[in-house]
């Protein structure tokens, strides 16, 4: 989504005094000694990398941790203009690109909290591969009529549904219709179809929690319209080092092995992401103090 100037002010004024239901969340300027506030979007993987980073800096560092809830275009717009300090979601290089070259040369990148990420289309595993194996199939009339001509997405401004419009173009799917919502309702387009035993497509991602609950298997991309292996980077405002050094430390130290956050992922679904959040650190002491300290 591509929202600036006077509008995408307006947005982020939105979004900053929505944040998790706690008030009118102050820019860092304002904000009271020892207090950040952090970008981020309901996606499971973000929910639990943010929340863990959350947990940690709260209890390690004694520090008030605000959680502003807004579309990914609008915390770009409020790390570059200060009014972020940091978000944990920055999917690079090809998902976010078209965010970081408007504002990448004023926004702090801190690099890769995971690895081994990717952007796809999903189906079933019960649709006939030899019928459904690439992107390039949904151009079969038969197919398009099993699928409803829909496309399954998730919200209109992510990164994901900006490659996918790309990949309607790259393969020229005339007869199909990207259908725009939330990762919920995406889940639950999903869930509806398989228990049916219907046909259904969906954009996803990896990591996702869906893979470990359903059989699932991505559609071939021979174009490579939907990109490649990504890293999911943090980013902070300018600055944010002199303000905050040891939280910017610890953000540059923290790393987690894709395999933990899909567990994590996983659990949270069972109980809750704040109980999840809570076992990886009891469970994980020593990676925990390692992002903390830098000591081995």
């Known amino acids: 989504m591509k929202i600036f100037g006077k509008a995408l002010g307006m947005l982020l004024s939105?979004?900053?005094t929505v944040g998790l239901g706690?008030?009118?969340?102050?820019?860092?300027?304002?904000?009271?000694?020892?207090?950040?506030?952090?970008?981020?979007?309901?996606?499971?993987?973000?929910?639990?990398?943010t929340k863990l980073a959350k947990a940690v800096i709260e209890e390690r560092f004694g520090y008030k941790v605000e959680l502003t809830m807004a579309?990914?275009?609008?915390?770009?717009?409020?790390?570059?203009?200060?009014?972020?300090?940091?978000?944990?979601?920055?999917?690079?290089?090809?998902?976010h690109k078209p965010y970081l070259d408007k504002v990448g040369k004023d926004i702090v990148d801190l690099g890769p909290l995971y690895t081994r990420a990717r952007l796809g289309w999903v189906v079933p595993d019960y649709i006939p591969v030899d019928q459904v194996k690439s992107i390039e199939d949904l151009k079969k009339p038969e197919v398009q009529k099993q699928l409803g001509s829909k496309i399954q997405g998730i919200d209109p401004?992510?990164?994901?549904m900006q490659a996918s419009e790309k990949a309607l173009k790259t393969y020229d799917l005339k007869g199909m219709q990207l259908v725009s919502a939330s990762d919920a309702a995406m889940l639950a387009a999903l869930e509806r179809a398989m228990k049916r035993n219907e046909w259904i497509v969906v954009t996803s991602w990896s990591p996702h929690w869906m893979f470990a609950n359903w059989k699932l298997r991505y559609l071939e991309?021979?174009?490579g319209a939907l990109g490649g292996l990504?890293?999911?980077?943090?980013?902070?405002?300018?600055?944010?080092y002199q303000d905050h050094p040891e939280v910017f430390e610890f953000l540059n130290r923290m790393v987690l092995p894709i395999g933990d956050l899909e567990a994590m992922m996983q659990e949270a679904r069972?109980?809750?992401?704040?109980?999840?959040?809570?076992?990886?650190?009891?469970?994980?002491?020593?990676?925990?103090?390692?992002?903390?300290?830098?000591?081995?």
């Not at 990914?72 to 717009?77: E, M, T, W």
């Open 14 to 16: 939105a979004a900053m």
């Open 22 to 49: 706690t008030g009118v969340i102050a820019s860092p300027a304002q904000a009271a000694e020892k207090s950040i506030n952090i970008g981020w979007t309901a996606w499971s993987d973000a929910e639990a990398v």
């Open 71 to 95: 579309d990914i275009g609008i915390q770009y717009q409020g790390i570059a203009s200060g009014k972020l300090d940091a978000m944990l979601m920055s999917w690079q290089p090809l998902t």
């Open 157 to 160: 401004g992510s990164g994901l």
């Open 221 to 223: 991309d021979p174009k």
């Open 230 to 240: 990504e890293s999911v980077n943090a980013i902070v405002r300018k600055g944010f």
């Open 270 to 296: 069972q109980t809750s992401y704040e109980k999840a959040v809570d076992n990886y650190i009891k469970n994980n002491k020593a990676r925990i103090d390692y992002w903390v300290t830098g000591k081995l």
